[in-house]
Each structure stands twice: as structure tokens, then as C-alpha cells.
């Protein structure tokens, strides 16, 4: 599909569900819109705020807050994603002598963590760094494991039979194997490092994008909540276009 029309068509989506949104908020279409008003906010409303956030630059303390905990969260849970995930698909009996402990640990609901962790590190960014670690990591490490363990194993064996080292094969033949699942994890990863940051400040901080929401929830004020998951939403959105171009360019080669 042409680029500018998939662009074109994304962006008519958006227009129709604020058109309806708007219409539901402001009209009797869809029944009371004070009602409505009350539990969904008013578009125009939500627009407004956010525009006040930033032409007073209000927000911008509390969005690199939420920036460094999501960017460090990020970079600390895919590099241990990424390293362990290799580790393990090198290396069978280490992953079958740990398999029952990953998957106890990746079942704990983070959520019961955030209290520990603030109990932990205390409430500052570390605490909320460590949850969205422990979202991060798992989601790489499993698609590393699996992109690993899926290399074509006649590639390998011709790999060895004309003598790459074990080094040469790692550069050679795994990384570029696997970096078709790591990218697909790092966009996955990209979401939940900024969910571990906000859940993180939404249960205890004094700054952040999740701190603003609480305020908001905490006073029934509506327009600030659906304004401050806009802003969180298009912080996402922005941080996945980046690690979007970063694939492209080391994917060039991968045939479209």
C-alpha cells in the first residue's frame, strides 16, 4: 500500500473517533452530554488542557521524569533480555535447569512488586525504573530465546564446516537471525518500560506523568486524566517511531 495513503487512512481513523467522541460530549446523539461529559471528558476540553500544559511548560518537568524512568528501564531490561535470552538458547542445560524459575518469576503479577520495590529503593526513579525492568525483560528474553533457538540449522552447520569460530557465528548468523524477533520485543518493550514508569508514579511519587493522572483521579478531574494518557500516548508513540528507525537501518538488508 502507498505510504501516503496508509498514513492518509490512520489519520482519518483518528478524525472519526474524535468526530464521534465529540458528538457523544457535546450533543444529545448519543444521550445526556453532560453525562457523558462527566465520565469521558469533552475533546475540546482535553485539548485545551494539554495545550496549557505546554505553552506554560508545566508538563515538561514531569514528562522527563517519566522519560528517564521509561528510556533507563528500557535500555536496562532489553540488554538483559538480550544477553540472557542468548545465554540461554546457547546454552540447553543452563535454560532447562532455570526454565521453572523464569516462568515463576514472569508469572508474578508486577503490579504486587511496585510497593516493594518503592519499599526497596525508596520512592525516587529507581523504584519505578525496577518495574519496568521486570516488564521489559521477559517480553526480550523470550522472543531472544526463540529467534536464537530458531536459526536455520543447515546455515550453521555450513557456517562450521567452513571454520567460523563460535565468535564469527555469533556475528555472522545469530545476530542477524534473531534481530528480526528483538526489534519485534523492543516495540512491544517500548509500552510496558513507560506502563512500569507510570504505574510506578501513579502508587508513589511527587513528579512524573502518573503522578499528574493520580492528581487528576484524586480531585474527579476528568479532563486531566484523559489529557494526561493523550500526552502519554503520543510519548509512546514517539519513543516507537525512534526505535522504528533505528530497525530500519539495522534491517536493511532483510528483503521487504
Request: hydrophobic share 60%; net charge positive; proline share 3%.
Given at each position: 500500500m502507498n505510504r501516503s495513503?496508509?498514513?492518509?487512512?490512520?489519520?482519518?481513523?483518528?478524525?472519526?473517533?474524535?468526530?464521534?467522541?465529540?458528538?457523544?460530549?457535546?450533543?444529545?446523539?448519543?444521550?445526556?452530554?453532560?453525562?457523558?461529559?462527566?465520565?469521558?471528558?469533552?475533546?475540546v476540553g482535553v485539548?485545551?488542557?494539554?495545550?496549557?500544559?505546554?505553552?506554560?511548560?508545566s508538563i515538561w518537568y514531569h514528562l522527563g521524569i517519566t522519560l528517564a524512568e521509561s528510556a533507563l528501564a528500557f535500555l536496562i531490561g532489553s540488554l538483559g533480555g538480550v544477553v540472557f535470552g542468548f545465554w540461554f538458547a546457547r546454552k540447553p542445560l543452563v535454560a532447562a535447569v532455570f526454565d521453572p524459575y523464569v516462568k515463576a518469576a514472569n508469572a508474578l503479577p508486577r503490579v504486587v512488586l511496585a510497593p516493594i520495590f518503592a519499599l526497596w529503593f525508596?520512592?525516587?526513579?529507581?523504584?519505578?525504573?525496577?518495574?519496568?525492568?521486570?516488564?521489559?525483560?521477559?517480553?526480550?528474553?523470550?522472543n531472544v530465546y526463540q529467534g536464537v533457538?530458531?536459526?536455520?540449522?543447515?546455515?550453521?552447520?555450513n557456517g562450521r564446516m567452513l571454520g567460523m569460530s563460535?565468535?564469527?557465528?555469533?556475528?555472522?548468523i545469530y545476530l542477524p537471525s534473531a534481530l528480526s524477533w528483538v526489534f519485534s520485543s523492543l516495540h512491544t518493550s517500548v509500552g510496558f518500560a513507560v506502563v512500569g514508569?507510570?504505574?510506578?508514579?501513579?502508587?508513589?511519587?511527587?513528579?512524573?506523568?502518573?503522578?499528574?493522572?493520580?492528581?487528576a483521579e484524586g480531585v474527579f478531574d476528568v479532563v486531566g486524566v484523559f489529557a494526561g494518557m493523550f500526552v502519554l500516548m503520543?510519548?509512546?508513540?514517539?519513543?516507537?517511531g525512534l526505535v522504528t528507525l533505528v530497525e530500519r537501518r539495522l534491517l536493511a538488508w532483510r528483503a521487504s
Open positions: 495513503l496508509l498514513v492518509l487512512l490512520q489519520i482519518l481513523v483518528a478524525v472519526v473517533v474524535v468526530a464521534l467522541w465529540h458528538l457523544a460530549s457535546a450533543t444529545t446523539l448519543f444521550g445526556n452530554p453532560k453525562t457523558i461529559a462527566f465520565f469521558f471528558a469533552n475533546p485539548a485545551q488542557r494539554i495545550w496549557t500544559w505546554f505553552s506554560s511548560g525508596g520512592l525516587g526513579i529507581w523504584s519505578k525504573v525496577a518495574l519496568g525492568v521486570t516488564l521489559v525483560f521477559f517480553i526480550v528474553f523470550f533457538k530458531e536459526v536455520s540449522q543447515p546455515v550453521l552447520n563460535e565468535r564469527q557465528l555469533l556475528r555472522h514508569a507510570v504505574v510506578g508514579e501513579y502508587l508513589g511519587s511527587a513528579a512524573g506523568l502518573g503522578y499528574l493522572i493520580h492528581q503520543a510519548f509512546v508513540l514517539l519513543v516507537d
